[in-house]
């Protein structure tokens, strides 16, 4: 399993998808500056729909996510958007 967290100057995106690449939880919400604090409420959200997921791997991405990810010691991902033709 594998959980996404995208951490933008004005928004919070979490989804979490299955090994076959199935969408199981996500959220969009806006952060008002209390970044630490949204992360905490949307994990504990995520936690207790679905506790199964402790063991799912993290990635952080986004504006705000570079200095989360370093102080935390966890992966970040820069977003890359692809367009197929």
Request: charged content about 20%; glycine content about 10%; aromatic content about 6%.
């Given at each position: 399993?594998q959980?996404?967290l995208?951490i ?9 998808m299955?090994?076959a690449?199935n969408?199981?939880?996500?959220k969009?919400?806006?952060?008002y ?5 949204k992360?905490?409420a ?8 679905s ?8 990635a952080i991405?986004g504006?705000?996510?570079i ?7 966890l992966?970040?991902v ?7 033709i």
């Amino acid at each position: 399993m594998q959980r996404g967290l995208d951490i933008g100057s004005t928004t919070i995106k979490i989804a979490v998808m299955d090994d076959a690449g199935n969408l199981l939880f996500q959220k969009y919400e806006r952060h008002y500056r209390q970044i630490a604090e949204k992360i905490l409420a949307l994990h504990n959200e995520l936690m207790t729909k679905s506790p199964t997921l402790h063991s799912a791997s993290l990635a952080i991405s986004g504006r705000g996510g570079i200095g989360i990810a370093d102080s935390c010691g966890l992966q970040f991902v820069q977003e890359v958007f692809a367009e197929t033709i």
